[in-house]
């Protein structure tokens, strides 16, 4: 158990919906980054908080957004779904002020899109 | 932009013995840090080992260890007596030394153990 919690584990939802999925980081981190492993794209980083602020940006599109929030948990939330949103969405954490230490990884979203 | 390249899409190794998976990077930064992270079928991703830039001495973590080549930019995982536990996903990653912490990763290389 990495002590980084996602729910939820599996979704299924419609084309057009909108979702947010949540994640905890581990106690005491608090820095929190959100990535994408589809099969064609691999594991892409999409945006990175720290501390409530937004501190990274990648490749997240603009029907995509996120926070982190007072108490460090943070959402991703995802409008407009289309097909190719369909995707395995991590969440990880770490301290955040020294990059040499580690990310621990959630378990997942697993979203569908159908 | 930094990018990683895993070249084996596939490999695998026998019960006991020794396997490596590759991966190059590209940066043009001097300081900055390597990762293994194996995805078994759980999904989980999890930190096998680290490498900072730095750091002439080749990391091991047990029966896993890497070949650091910073000039070639290389940076291969050596897994020692393969347990059937050893099938996974193995992703290569990358992270900066300065700025965002976030993680590049490479393609991934699926190992299989056989018995």
């Known amino acids: 158990d990495s002590g980084v919690t996602q729910t939820p584990k599996h979704l299924i939802t419609a084309t057009g919906q909108r979702v947010t999925l949540r994640c905890s980081p581990r106690s005491g981190d608090l820095s929190v980054y959100w990535y994408q492993q589809s099969l064609d794209q691999g594991l892409q980083f999409l945006i990175q908080y720290y501390n409530g602020e937004e501190r990274a940006k990648g490749n997240i599109l603009e029907r995509f957004s996120a926070q982190q929030f007072p108490d460090l948990h943070s959402e991703l939330n995802l409008s407009s779904l289309e097909l190719g949103d369909s995707a395995l969405y991590f969440c990880?954490?770490?301290?955040?002020?020294?990059?040499?230490?580690?990310?621990?990884f959630g378990q997942g979203t697993r979203l569908t899109v159908v | 932009a930094q990018t990683v390249t895993q070249s084996q899409p596939e490999m695998s190794v026998q019960e006991a013995e020794t396997v490596t998976l590759s991966c190059t990077y590209d940066?043009?930064?001097?300081?900055?840090?390597l990762f293994w992270y194996k995805q078994p079928p759980s999904r989980q991703m999890i930190l096998v080992i680290r490498q900072e830039a730095y750091k002439q001495q080749n990391a091991t973590e047990n029966r896993f260890s890497v070949n650091f080549q910073k000039a070639a930019k290389s940076f291969s995982l050596k897994i020692s007596d393969s347990q059937l536990g050893d099938a996974a996903m193995y992703f290569c990653?990358?992270?900066?030394?300065?700025?965002?912490?976030?993680?590049?990763f490479g393609k991934g290389t699926k190992l299989t153990v056989n018995p």
């Open positions: 990653a990358y992270r900066s030394e300065g700025g965002s912490e976030k993680l590049v």
């Open positions: 990880a954490s770490s301290v955040g002020d020294r990059p040499h230490t580690e990310a621990f």
């Open positions: 940066t043009s930064e001097s300081d900055y840090y």
